[in-house]
């Protein structure tokens, strides 16, 4: 007996490629990796992957796509093409789950929320012959989470994904992850990971969590204890994750995880100004007092491993003048890589709701807009300044914050605070992967259809 096949895709932005640019920073699809680890052993799946290569089209039984915002319209593309064809077309993702009823425009189905309580529906009804518009299920039980399908990634990633928790009690105001994993911070089981993390063949691991800590005294005895066992077990992995800046007030557990791998940190900072971190809603931050970032830095780096600074140009305090002193923060702390990055209002968070009621999107011509909502372009009017100051503003700071002669003064300045080569290393890399995206193409306003372009890929 034939089995059937399950194509599943993993689209990417054909206007500004992204982390696709360099191998070095290309991240796993691990959500089709779960779909693929759910579905029934009579199915023959592949995995068409546009951060390696554009796709050509494959015969299938049944299509799934996932969707960023920043992918969506890349996804519907695809979609078409394969209901042109006659094959059913699934769609999922964060971006799908926000918008469902624009994404039925272009698929058969729709998987709403985490994918692991509603795909073995999906395939039983499809192979019954009763395919549903909408799946929607409740959060996942992550002590039942089923180990992705990394053989079927493509084996030229450098790194290997991995996740160890899900959800988010923070409120910031431009984050849709608690809209989409909710607010209760789920523990996966820490012998699970381990095991998990036998199996790759990768050296390099991301943490793919929104915090590898937590919030809890809970979460940090289950960050300790995946650490210990990682030292435990002799994996030898090298690793990198995000944290919230409070992280640097347990200066024991930073030494643990350096112990165990870490090399890199990436730390939400968003501003210097409390003002910015009010608009955002970044009550950490807040908590802890924007005085406390130099000690915070330093207390990271004496355990070895460097800071991911990510910060966010076009709050509602913002000015021009806000923005410049920004750039200089960025130019003089001791900040080891830098993520600078547009206030992008994705569907889903408390911003895009609150812009779209005060009529401050401009870039609203979907879908084909939404391949401007790449945290570089400038999709909105801020409060305090027209929409291309913001962009001049960005695009002055990228010159600034990614030049070659500031890179190098960081790479020493890492070695230094760091007194590790390694992760020296490590940062170097990865800030020529943030210059890669923020050099690529300059930031451009999107003022609806007078930036929309009409370039499609062909699939044949």
Not at 2 to 11: A, G, H, Q, V
Not at 314 to 331: C, H, V, W
Not at 352 to 365: G, S, V
Request: with cysteine; proline share 5%; net charge positive.
């Amino acid at each position: 007996m034939n089995k059937k096949t399950l194509i599943l895709i993993n689209p990417s932005n054909q206007y500004r490629r992204g982390f696709a640019l360099r191998r070095q920073s290309r991240q796993v699809p691990l959500g089709l990796g779960i779909i693929a680890a759910l579905t029934p052993a009579n199915w023959k799946i592949i995995i068409l992957d546009e951060n390696i290569k554009p796709i050509r089209l494959r015969e299938a039984d049944l299509v799934g796509i996932t969707a960023f915002t920043s992918t969506a319209q890349r996804a519907y593309e695809i979609a078409s093409i394969y209901r042109e064809k006659g094959i059913p077309v699934v769609l999922g993702g964060i971006h799908v789950s926000m918008l469902p009823d624009e994404a039925l425009q272009y698929g058969d189905a729709v998987v709403i929320g985490e994918a692991e309580t509603s795909w073995p529906k999906v395939m039983h009804d499809f192979e019954a012959g009763r395919l549903q518009k909408i799946y929607r299920g409740p959060h996942a039980d992550l002590s039942q989470y089923p180990i992705p399908r990394h053989d079927l990634f493509h084996p030229s990633y450098l790194f290997a994904s991995i996740q160890t928790s899900r959800g988010c009690p923070m409120d910031c105001d431009f984050c849709s992850v608690p809209a989409f994993n909710g607010h209760s911070y789920r523990l996966r089981p820490v012998e699970a990971i381990l095991n998990e993390m036998e199996t790759l063949p990768q050296k390099l691991i991301y943490f793919v969590d929104d915090n590898i800590t937590g919030y809890s005294k809970a979460s940090e005895k289950h960050a300790q204890e995946l650490f210990e066992g990682m030292i435990r077990r002799r994996l030898k992995k090298e690793w990198f994750a995000q944290a919230s800046l409070n992280i640097s007030q347990n200066p024991e557990l930073l030494k643990l995880a350096a112990r165990s791998g870490c090399k890199m940190l990436l730390i939400g900072i968003e501003a210097e100004d409390e003002n910015a971190l009010r608009d955002a809603n970044k009550h950490v931050n807040l908590a802890l007092g924007t005085k406390t970032y130099k000690h915070a830095f330093r207390t990271i780096h004496q355990a070895g491993i460097a800071v991911l600074g990510a910060f966010i140009y076009g709050m509602d305090s913002d000015t021009p003048s806000a923005l410049q002193n920004r750039t200089k923060f960025i130019e003089r702390s001791s900040v080891d890589v830098v993520q600078a990055s547009a206030m992008t209002p994705l569907p889903g968070t408390r911003l895009f709701n609150r812009l779209q009621q005060e009529n401050r999107i401009i870039a609203h011509h979907t879908p084909h807009s939404w391949k401007y909502f790449h945290f570089s372009d400038v999709v909105f009017k801020p409060a305090k300044m027209e929409a291309q100051e913001l962009a001049d503003n960005l695009w002055m700071a990228y010159q600034k914050i990614f030049s070659k002669k500031l890179l190098r003064i960081k790479f020493l300045r890492t070695l230094w605070n760091t007194k590790n080569l390694r992760t020296a290393v490590w940062a170097w890399n990865s800030n020529l992967n943030y210059r890669a995206v923020s050099m690529e193409i300059p930031p451009v306003v999107c003022y609806d259809l007078q930036n929309i372009s009409s370039e499609t890929d062909d699939i044949h």
